[in-house]
């Protein structure tokens, strides 16, 4: 009899063309996002006069420097203001061009953040080894996929063999059980384990997510999950595929159908860890415990929930984390011991490949309807395809009459890349992945948190619990 | 990409936790092309005010610093976005060498494919090689040894990445020596899971 394996292990086992004697191994690459920032690696192509090695696994996306505003039909690169803004998009167009495969570009329907896109056009399906030059890569594994974000020099190598050298990384399991409490949601789940386990908690580790709650999650939660697996320094996060993944992926454009699904939902029973399998870590979250968390500092890790207070740098375990926790309080501007749901904001922020799905985008709103936002902010949905299923549901007028700006579809304001920044010395809340400094804009202040407590953080102007404004909405 | 074993240089102190790859280089600086060298964003936004003026006292710009090959710096260097361009912004800095207690997974795989040390050393170790700079060091790739006068500290990396380092292997290269074992691999897929490839779809 074989080894109990790890859903993990049956990926990689599937995918192995070599392993090398010194312990690492040559994976096939059954998908390959790129996107503007994929720059450095087309030239790095172009230097070696190389090609693209498989075109039709090959997919582009315009997302990291794309406009949000005064975005047309017929919108071109060309039509872009800033210059150096307008080269980055047109890049990528010739270099899709160039090689041949397909771009889902600025004016294309189906053009959004990629990690949105991917999983929105049933390109990311289960069991796939799934590349992209960016770390958020990560929320692929939602659909029990091996993803994982890569360097220049690896995408240039993906781009010309289709494969990848991998060491294997340690299996660790974090299993949430239980049930996850009324205004308690998947990025909840994700902020609770990091502050728990901290930004290297997880180091280099294929994480998988486990236990009822997480199995209660839809696709969505899922995403949002293993989205910031990367936050917790893991290599990837992944969830076992199941009725849920299977129903999301009937009907996608690029899933298969017909004798093809019958066969994959056959091979996709399979990626299931089996029951005797063993992972070098495993921690339990007990899902009743999580409350809605919000970030104060200026790492991932520096996460607590909405009913605590500053962590007081004269109360830290050690010296270096005393002056870690000071360093960020004077970056962001707040004082030890004041309760977060005192801490004032600026202005609002949803979006980004964690949080910009279509539930999101309704649990959001949910909590705006009929309400006004105090501060201003900027809703822009994860893909142009979400955008529509949202103004088809009416979701733009509720946030607009709320007060805040609906936008087109981008990177946006997680990364500022296309100049939508949070001012110096503005504090945002925020539904996406970073608070790192400077992450949203030099001197921006960030602090994470679900879509509902964004939403609950316009509607006060400052930090607060969502739970009693949830009544009768959710 | 040359291969090294030895190296000698001057060490500078970063003495922070979570020097993410967003303070290595700010995102707003990546469009530029690499050939006009990306020493100048290494920090950029810690090492400049709003204004653009230097913040006194960085420890990089430390006259005693000038010149610096190796950089100390505490846990979870190099976390975040996987932009190669923190490891440009280092190479093109000067740095061949970054010592810490942790790294950012996707960084320190970045930094190895570009002939740059992730080093990892005990917190105690990078306590008192911080207490110790900027001075002079000595990393010996084959020993996997830090050498501070005489004082010598083991670091790790991982055994593929050592090989990597030493012998400044370019992986594309490498893989064409299995180029007829891909495309065995990639036949025998498609005819057993056709699923695994995307379903045409029209224009």
Redesign the interface.
Known sequence: MSAPLTLFDKIWQ?HE??A?E???S?L?V??HFVHE?S??AF?KLAE?G?GVAQP??TFGVADH?VPTRGRGKDHAATTIADP??A??VSTLEENAGKHGFRLFGLDDPRQGIVHVVGPEQ??T?P??VINC???HTSTHGAFGAFGF??????V??VL????I?Q?KPARMRIRFEGKLAPGVAAKDMALAWIARL???GG??AAIEYAGSAVRALSMEGRMTLCNLS??G???CGMVAPDATTFAYLEDR?????GT??E??LA?WAELVSDPDATFEREVVIDAQDIAPIVTWG??P?DALPITESVPDPARAGSA??A??IR?ALDYMDLRPGMKLSEIAVDQVFIGSCTNARIEDLRAAAAVLAGRRAQVPGLVSPGSSLVKAQAEAEGLDRIFTEAGLEWVAAGCSMC???NGDIVA?GKRCASTTN?N????QG??ARTHLMSPIMVAAAAVTGHLADVRPMLAGRL | MAGWTRHQGLGVGLPFENIDTDQLIPARFMSAPRSEGYGKFLLHDLRHDGDGAAIPDFPLDDPAATGASILVARRNFGGGSSREAAVYALVDGGFRVVIAPSFGDIFAGNAVNNGLLPARVTEADADALLAAMPGDLAIDLDRCTVTAGNVVIDFEIDPVWRTKLINGWDDIDLTRAHEREIRDFIAARRAARPWAWPREVGA
Do not use: C, N
């Open positions: 599937a063309i070599h090398r010194d312990g690492a040559l096939f059954d998908r920032g720059h450095h030239r070696r190389q039709d696994l420097y150096a803004i080269r980055m049933g390109l399906l069991g796939l030059g960016d770390s974000g890569i360097g220049a020099t690896e240039a190598h010309a063999t289709q494969t050298w060491k901290g930004t290297d180091r280099g990367i936050e320094g893991a290599r454009p690029f899933a298969p159908q093809a699904r066969q994959a091979d200026t790492s890790e270096s984390e002056e870690r360093a990364v500022g890349m110096p970073r790192f400094r400077g992450r030099p001197g």
